[in-house]
Nanobody, 126 residues
């Protein structure tokens, strides 16, 4: 059973940066896709970014392209989300997700991920 733990959230001013971490344990070597989703108050959870274990496949939501960078440190079993030029609309609970399959073309769908973390709050003040 893969266990995911997010960290790195917090309060930051607009234009600032944060780096989220997603540490995996308990069979994490069987996961080949890791993604970040977020859920703002009153809204549905939405896809943010995804990466394959090799790093050969990376995709971002249009709203974060050019500002966020996802990466995977295999040695540390940790996936990172570097968030720059943050905006108030980035405020949300950010969730890490993982699965044993990288779903080409369908990576933005929540149901494609078997494992989820508990979430970390990111608040961007204006």
């Amino acid at each position: 059973q893969v266990h995911l733990v997010e960290s790195g959230g917090g309060l930051v001013q607009a234009g600032g940066s944060l780096r989220l971490s997603c540490a995996a344990s308990g069979g994490s070597s069987s996961t080949f896709a890791s993604a970040w989703f977020r859920q703002a108050p009153g809204k549905e959870r939405e896809f943010v970014a995804v990466i394959s274990r090799s790093g050969g496949n990376i995709n971002y939501a249009e709203s974060v392209k050019g500002r966020f960078t996802i990466s995977w440190d295999n040695a540390e079993n940790t996936v990172y989300l570097q968030m720059n030029r943050l905006k108030p609309e980035d405020t949300a609970v950010y969730y890490c997700a993982a699965d044993s399959v990288y779903s080409l073309g369908l990576y933005y769908i929540e149901d494609k991920y078997e494992y989820w973390g508990q979430g970390t709050q990111v608040t961007v003040s204006s």
